[in-house]
């Protein structure tokens, strides 16, 4: 059974950082397929960042050149460096894998998530 652990949230105010971690566990999990998904207030989960084919690093227009994706392998964690964090970015961020069909379809149940809300 694989389960997703989301940490590192926090309140920061505008133009501040975060990292946040995503522990995966499970033989079935493959964190190299594996990215982060925000849930804004009121709004749907949207796809923030993730690992593609061959490495390739996937961002959203909205978060490129302040995010920074990376993994640990060995320790199935992914992070999320978030820097000059804006207002926008606030809502709770959600680690998956993503499926061959892309990043609109996951393969795991939802973790708990972590809160980021970032004040102006």
């Known amino acids: 059974q694989v389960q997703l652990v989301e940490s590192g949230g926090g309140l920061v105010q505008a133009g501040g950082s975060l990292r946040l971690s995503c522990a995966a566990s499970?033989?079935?999990?493959?964190?190299?397929?594996m990215g982060w998904y925000l849930q804004a207030p009121g709004k749907q989960r949207e796809f923030v960042a993730g690992?593609?084919?061959?490495?390739?690093?996937d961002y959203a227009d909205s978060v490129k050149g302040r995010f920074i994706l990376s993994r640990d392998t060995a320790k199935k964690t992914l992070y999320l460096q978030m820097d000059s964090l804006k207002p926008e970015d606030t809502g709770v961020y959600y680690c998956?894998?993503?499926?061959?069909?892309?990043?609109?379809?996951?393969?795991?149940?939802w973790g708990q998530g972590t809160q980021v809300t970032v004040s102006s």
């Open positions: 998956n894998e993503r499926t061959p069909y892309g990043w609109s379809w996951v393969t795991h149940t």
């Open positions: 690992f593609g084919d061959g490495g390739s690093v």
């Open positions: 499970g033989r079935r999990v493959d964190i190299n397929y």
